[in-house]
């Protein structure tokens, strides 16, 4: 079955950076849509970008973060630089196949498969 393994989350100051990694197995990578969400305390689980051959941002951290895949190592990641403490949350990556489009990449529902996260805190 298909499972996904988040890492790279941890404590960072205000301005500094972080690279998460989300490494995949069970499943055909090259034919998946690999997406990062991220769900703060309190509040709603949202959309923080997705790549397929190419990268699709929330407007929170377009700029700033950047979503890449290795195809041959079935591990995308995500470098989040400029990094403010309205980025504290736990990050999720997510992944489904690319013909199942019925909702927008920035839809959780989107999504079939997702790992268990992990917490990125940044203080001030």
């Known amino acids: 079955q298909v499972q996904l393994v988040e890492s790279g989350g941890g404590l960072v100051q205000a301005g500094g950076s972080l690279r998460l990694s989300c490494a995949a197995s069970g499943l055909i990578f090259s034919t998946y849509v690999m997406a990062w969400f991220r769900q703060a305390p309190g509040k709603e689980r949202e959309f923080v970008g997705a790549?397929?051959?190419?990268?699709y941002y929330a407007d929170s951290v377009k700029g700033r973060f950047t979503i890449s895949r290795d195809n041959a190592k079935n591990t995308v990641y995500l470098q989040m630089n400029s990094l403010k403490p309205e980025d504290t949350a736990v990050y999720y990556c997510?992944?489904?196949?690319?013909?199942?489009?019925?909702?927008?990449?920035?839809?959780?529902?989107?999504?079939?498969?997702w790992g268990q996260g992990t917490q990125v805190t940044v203080s001030s």
């Open positions: 790549i397929t051959w190419t990268g």
């Open positions: 997510a992944t489904t196949p690319y013909w199942r489009d019925r909702y927008d990449y920035n839809h959780r529902e989107r999504y079939d498969y």
